[in-house]
């Protein structure tokens, strides 16, 4: 089985790993007022979890991932390692810290970026 570490924490490859994505916004705002959307999928249970949000602010980014973390929580998996592109809060990282969660980012490309690269 493969297992992999970051910071000491360690997790394999079906178990304690969760992923989370900012869409960016959309060019229309949705009738609720929402215009992004927070996207989490949790390995092991293979579960895509999407969160309508109003906008990329600190607070509505916090606001999302804890209501899906909990519910990943309430379903009893627990969270190792969290993989998160750059636009990650301090709120995030600050909560993943109190919780004992290794918090990893990487930096996500845009679709401007991409097809600035393809010109």
């Given amino acids: ?19 989370n994505y900012l869409t960016g916004k959309f060019p229309f705002m949705s009738l609720d007022g929402n215009q ?17 949000i109003s906008g990329l602010d600190d607070e509505s980014i916090f606001v999302a991932y804890k209501d899906r973390f909990d519910y ?19 709120q995030v990282k600050r909560f993943l810290t109190t919780k004992g969660i290794a918090a990893c980012t990487w930096w996500s490309h845009t679709t401007t970026d991409t097809m600035r690269q393809k010109e």
Wanted: hydrophobic fraction near 45%; charge should be positive; glycine fraction near 6%.
């Fill in 72 to 90: 990943l929580e309430s379903k009893g998996f627990k969270i190792k390692i969290n993989i998160m592109n750059n636009q990650a809060t301090k």
């Fill in 36 to 52: 992004c959307f927070f996207v989490m999928y949790h390995y092991e249970s293979n579960a895509i979890l999407v969160k309508p």
């Fill in 1 to 19: 089985m493969l297992k992999f570490s970051f910071l000491g924490v360690f997790a394999d490859k079906h178990t304690g790993v969760v992923y």
